[in-house]
């Protein structure tokens, strides 16, 4: 089965200006995660969304948002965007989200640069 | 902070050396996973240990899972260059839907 589609794959922006970024989860699976990547940071989680409702939601500002449409895929919006916002951006796609045992399939990311 | 540690932070072998990675933390998981991550890829999970004292073992690699559930270690075995990637451990908590991952041990093995 097709496995997590994340788009774009890169971007460039500038200061101040507002990113959307879309993934499409495994079919099948309702709940999608969103987790930023920096060299330093490491994996930091964004937020979770199952069927349209956010379910949990990282230590970020509220420039971050997201949401979760009725076919699962989500989109994950930055707004006012800083030059501490560049990172590659990962989404994960589970059947019912990142709890216990389940696992998390991951898409390849979208590398956001801000200049 | 990170709510794991993750140790080494980078780790260069030849290959057939052995090499161990350790995950700490002071907070208790309801499991733990492992993942392995590529350049210009997502993470792929390796495993996931659920019980304390349990250990899982995937033809060279090892994993444990402390008793108390608050850490992981990660073994190689005569590790082999295709083993060289960034490894992350992450641990789930109970029922507040995310993964809290470690900052990652970068491993290269060299031929």
């Known amino acids: 089965k097709a496995g997590v589609t994340q788009t774009p794959r890169y971007l460039i922006k500038t200061r101040g200006q507002q990113v959307t970024l879309s993934c499409s989860p495994i079919s099948g699976h309702r709940s999608v995660s969103w987790y930023q990547q920096t060299p330093g940071q490491g994996l930091q989680f964004l937020f979770e969304?199952?069927?349209?409702?956010?379910?949990n939601k990282g230590n970020f500002p509220g420039r971050f948002s997201g949401r979760q449409f009725s076919n699962s895929r989500s989109e994950m919006n930055v707004s006012t965007l800083e030059l501490g916002d560049s990172a590659l951006y990962l989404c994960?796609?589970?059947?019912?989200?990142?709890?216990?045992?389940?696992?998390?399939?991951f898409g390849e990311g979208s590398r956001l640069t801000v200049l | 902070t990170q709510l794991l540690e993750q140790s080494p932070q980078f780790l260069s072998i030849q290959e057939g050396e052995n090499l161990t990675v350790y995950c700490n933390s002071s907070s208790v998981f309801s499991s733990l996973q492992w993942y392995r991550q590529e350049p210009g890829e997502g993470p792929v999970l390796l495993v996931t240990v659920v019980t304390g004292g349990e250990v899982k073992k995937l033809k060279r690699l090892t994993f444990q899972f402390g008793d108390a559930r608050k850490d992981s270690s990660l073994h190689i075995t005569a590790a082999q260059p295709g083993d060289t990637g960034l490894y992350l451990c992450?641990?789930?908590?109970?029922?507040?839907?995310?993964?809290?991952f470690g900052a990652g041990t970068t491993v290269t093995v060299r031929a």
């Open positions: 969304y199952f069927s349209e409702t956010q379910r």
């Open positions: 992450a641990g789930a908590g109970f029922n507040d839907y995310k993964l809290s």
């Open positions: 994960a796609s589970s059947f019912n989200g990142p709890a216990n045992t389940g696992e998390l399939f």
